[in-house]
């Protein structure tokens, strides 16, 4: 089949060396079937992998970047898998997503984003999560955190400064702060996973209905 798009295909390296082990963390929390939601899918590799490797599962890519969007859809569209929906203009920090309906997610997804915006879209993220998950759903997030009583990696210090300089409003998180937003908007931090490249996978539950 001829390429249509090949130059709106972006390429992020990370994502060669970090999507087998957030995998390995992801695929034993998502359900036969499961329906996934990705926020700030970037250059749509990350759904592409997944959804080859999980041909059960039903991914929804979604960005507020239009070229990130064209890059998904280029990407989709060369590997013709039928489990990857066209993505969605999602902006974390709007106050209601595009989505048919609330409460039919088992599982968000959101990469490497939590830093590299403004706190507000983790913020949005939170609210935007809860609002889309099933019950007893998850939310899992991945990227360098700063730790309470865990001393700094140089590597991450060094990033935190780069990206406060690109942006004053971007930094790496308190995971602590992190862990509070998320359960103020009803998610609850339900594991640490440490990552390669000092990297963590965050996993925070919604309650099941009936359970506080
Ligand atoms: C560093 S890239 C990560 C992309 C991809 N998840 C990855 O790991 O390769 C950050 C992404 O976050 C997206 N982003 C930033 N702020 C956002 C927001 N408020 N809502 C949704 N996406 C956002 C950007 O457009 C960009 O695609």
Redesign the pocket.
Known sequence: MADLAPTARLS?P??ARNREPILAVLSPLLPRAARVLE?????GE?ALFFARQRPDIFWQPT???PD?RASIAAWAAAEGLSNVAPPLA????APSWPLDAPETMDAVVC???IH??PWA?TE?LMRGAAAALKPGGVLLTYGPYLRAGVATAPSNAAFDADLRRRDPRWGLRQLEDVEACAAAAGLMLARVTDMPANNLCLVFRKATKGRS
Do not use: E, K, Q, Y
Not at 39 to 43: C, I, K, M, P, R
Not at 90 to 93: K, M, N, P, S, T
């Open positions: 992020a990370s994502v926020v700030a899918s970037g250059s990350h960005d507020a970047a990130a999602l902006d974390a920090v990469i490497n984003m590299i915006s879209a949005g």
